[in-house]
């Protein structure tokens, strides 16, 4: 599949690492501005998880993550066997059948 085959060629850098870190924070502290959406942060949490963690035990973790674990990741995820595809809407098994010809990772 030429989509696996496409991230999994994919290099993961320090840099971009970092980025992505810093992303991610500031959009999940910035989200964690008012109550109701803390409390929906504590929620989903222990719904999903059984257990809470604070923002800063996140944040700490977080910044454990190196580019070597990312990449582990990726190799695990990102296989032949584990690759699917959704198609929404009125589409013929043809077509449908051709886009995983069309499929294309630039």
């Known amino acids: 599949n030429r989509l696996v085959e496409g991230i999994s ?16 924070l500031s959009d999940t502290f910035l989200n964690l501005a ?7 942060f504590i929620g989903e949490q222990q719904l999903f998880t059984n257990a809470v963690k604070f923002p800063s035990q996140i944040r700490s973790e977080l910044q454990t993550v190196t580019a070597a674990d990312i990449q582990k990741l990726k190799r695990t995820l990102f296989t032949n066997e584990n690759v699917a595809m959704v198609v929404l ?18």
């Open 89 to 106: 809407g009125p589409v013929s098994e043809n077509m449908a059948t051709s886009f995983d010809l069309k499929l294309v990772f630039d």
């Open 9 to 24: 060629q994919l290099d993961i850098d320090e840099q971009k690492l970092e980025e992505a870190k810093a992303g991610v």
């Open 34 to 40: 008012d109550t109701d959406d803390y409390a929906q």
